[in-house]
């Protein structure tokens, strides 16, 4: 992909399994990396794991203070701040009970933050013409039984997407999105004790592709939309989901035979 070799990205959310995956290809294209993330020691760790075009700044995305010094650390390291890459996340979620608290915390994590991250890189992302890549979800299109904070958050962000896009054309950024199916994720790890082929078994039926998608498949989906080969897309969302959103109801086995049973 063209366009990336010698840019500068800040990946929120980096030391999660999508994001470190998001950090390995954009350094794979020569791209340098500032991996911001509420957990220091898995986030050292990523950036660790690279030599020095990696580096790793322990970053609350609730906090204006710690976005200001995010965006202030990565032009003093880096030159330039060229994309963004929203993977940060929070899973909050009690559904129907979920408290006024928890409301609003899911919304400054999961939307908030990315716009404040947004306002504070802007004058960099526009001299660079850069682009902003979100995370939005198969959640966003679809009820999901017992939750509302995550798949109303993620449906926030599929229009604030277009908003972005709107608004910063003039400047020359771009602005889309990604949104995964169920992945080989840090919570799909949690949930299944580690277990892959348990992963891939009960994704099966809600998936056309009949398993979970891999990291490194959703970065790919990442770096093209940063890369001069998107030179022409803006405000739209790439569903990296093994056919998830195509399928509805009906899963991927007939559900008329079993009329018969």
């Known amino acids: 992909m063209q366009g990336l070799k010698g840019k500068t990205a800040i990946v929120p959310g980096g030391a999660t399994k999508i994001?470190?995956?998001?950090?390995?290809?954009?350094?794979?294209?020569?791209?340098?990396?500032?991996?911001?993330?509420?957990d220091a020691e898995a986030g050292a760790a990523v950036a660790g794991a690279f030599d020095d075009a990696v580096a790793f700044r322990e970053t609350d995305i609730?906090?204006?203070?710690?976005?200001?010094?995010?965006?202030?650390?990565?032009?003093?390291?880096?030159?330039?701040?060229?994309?963004?890459?929203?993977?940060?996340?929070?899973?909050?979620?009690?559904?129907?009970?979920s408290s006024r608290a928890e409301w609003l915390e899911s919304l400054d994590v999961n939307v908030v933050g990315s716009v404040m991250l947004m306002q504070a890189a802007r004058a960099e992302l526009a001299q660079n013409r850069g682009a902003i890549v979100n995370f939005g979800s198969i959640s966003a299109r679809v009820a999901q039984t017992g939750r509302w904070l995550y798949p109303v958050s993620k449906a926030a962000i599929?229009?604030?997407?277009?908003?972005?896009?709107?608004?910063?054309?003039p400047d020359g950024i771009r602005v889309n999105a990604v949104s995964p199916g169920w992945t080989w994720s840090n919570i799909m790890d949690e949930l299944s004790g580690g277990d892959r082929a348990k992963t891939d078994r009960v994704a099966a039926p809600f998936h056309l592709l009949e398993?979970?998608?891999?990291?490194?498949?959703?970065?790919?989906?990442?770096?093209?939309?940063?890369?001069?080969?998107?030179?022409?897309?803006?405000?739209?969302?790439?569903?990296?989901?093994?056919?998830?959103?195509?399928?509805g109801p009906e899963r991927a086995a007939p559900a008329i035979p079993l009329l018969t049973e």
């Open 19 to 38: 994001g470190a995956a998001v950090v390995a290809a954009f350094h794979a294209a020569g791209t340098r990396v500032m991996v911001a993330d509420i």
């Open 62 to 97: 609730r906090r204006d203070a710690d976005i200001a010094g995010l965006v202030r650390d990565t032009v003093d390291r880096f030159g330039r701040v060229d994309f963004l890459v929203n993977v940060a996340c929070s899973y909050l979620d009690n559904g129907a009970a």
């Open 158 to 169: 599929l229009q604030l997407t277009r908003n972005q896009a709107m608004d910063l054309a």
């Open 211 to 247: 398993r979970v998608g891999d990291p490194e498949e959703v970065a790919r989906a990442v770096l093209f939309l940063c890369s001069d080969d998107a030179g022409f897309i803006t405000g739209t969302d790439i569903r990296v989901d093994g056919g998830y959103t195509a399928m």
